[in-house]
C-alpha cells in the first residue's frame, strides 16, 4: 500500500512555503529567466497567518509537462449533485487557465476500472500501483488530487480546499495546500470585488463582490485560482 506518509505529508510543513501574495495570485504572472513566477511577499497570507502550503522546491521539474485530474472527492461534505458538478467546473476550468501543465480530466468511470473507485483522497491508503496506472492510462508525469473539505452554502458561506500534486514517477508531492475560505473575511470580499471588476464593462457601477462570495462556482473559481497560483514556478523550455 501507498500511505499516505510515502507521499509526504503537507501538514508537518505546510507552515514553512508561499511565496505569493493572495493580490498577485489573481492576477498576471511575470516571466524571469524562463520561469513563470510570481513575486515573493514572505510566507504570509493577507490576514497575517501563515498560509497552508507546501512546496517541495521552488520550480516544478522541467520535464513535468502532463497532469491527471482525479475526479473530486466529496465524501466528508454534503453536496448536491449540482452543486458538485459547478465546484468540479470551477476547479477545472482554473486548472486550464492556470496553463501550469497539460491537464487530462480523469472520468470516475475510467479511474473505477483501473481502481475500482470512483474517488480517492490524497489522505488515505492507495494501492501500491495506483500512480504506475494511472501514468500507463494517461501518459502522466503527475497526479493532482482535489478533495473539497467543507462547504457552507448559507450565510456566513466559506468553502475549503486540499490538493496535491503527486509525481507519478517517483511518487514526490511537489505541491500541497489545505485551506478554508471564509466570506466573512475582509480581504477575501475584497478579493471577490476585484475578480468581479475584471469582467465587468467599464462604466458600470462598482462589483460589491456578492455573487462571487455567494454563488458555488464563481466562489470555486475565486478560490481554487488563489490556491493554483501557490504552485511551484513552471520553467519553460525555448
Known amino acids: 500500500m501507498l500511505s499516505p506518509s ?14 505569493r501574495c493572495w493580490m498577485l495570485l489573481l492576477g498576471s504572472a511575470c516571466i524571469l529567466a524562463g520561469c513563470v513566477a510570481a513575486a515573493s511577499a514572505g510566507h504570509r497570507s493577507p490576514t497575517g497567518r501563515p498560509w497552508n502550503v507546501y512546496q517541495a522546491a521552488a520550480t516544478l521539474p522541467r520535464d513535468l509537462q502532463r497532469v491527471a485530474i482525479l475526479p473530486l472527492y466529496t465524501a466528508r461534505t454534503q453536496l448536491e449533485p449540482e452543486t458538485r458538478t459547478q465546484i468540479e467546473q ?14 487530462v480530466p480523469l472520468s470516475p468511470q475510467t479511474l ?12 488515505e491508503p492507495l494501492p501500491p500501483d495506483f500512480l504506475a496506472k494511472i501514468r500507463t492510462e494517461t501518459a502522466a508525469d503527475a497526479v493532482l488530487f482535489a ?21 507519478t514517477r517517483s511518487a514526490t508531492t511537489w505541491w500541497a495546500a489545505d485551506e478554508l475560505f471564509d466570506t466573512t ?24 463582490g456578492w455573487l462571487t462570495l455567494h454563488g458555488p462556482h ?21
Not at 473575511?185 to 460589491?208: F, H, I, K, M, Y
Open 112 to 123: 473505477r476500472r483501473l481502481t475500482g473507485r470512483t474517488a480517492w483522497a490524497a489522505d
Open 218 to 238: 464563481q466562489l470555486a473559481r475565486l478560490t481554487a485560482a488563489g490556491l493554483l497560483a501557490t504552485l511551484p514556478a513552471r520553467c519553460i523550455s525555448h
Open 90 to 103: 470551477a476547479l477545472q476550468a482554473e486548472l486550464l487557465r492556470s496553463s501550469f501543465a497539460e491537464v
Open 147 to 167: 478533495e473539497l473539505t467543507a462547504f457552507r452554502p448559507y450565510r456566513p458561506v466559506a468553502l475549503g480546499w486540499r490538493m496535491r500534486l503527486v509525481d
Open 6 to 19: 510515502a507521499i509526504h505529508t503537507p501538514h508537518a510543513t505546510a507552515r514553512h512555503t508561499h511565496r
Open 185 to 208: 473575511d475582509p480581504w477575501l470580499v475584497r478579493a471577490a470585488r476585484r475578480w468581479e471588476a475584471q469582467s465587468r464593462p467599464r462604466g458600470c457601477r462598482p462589483p460589491d
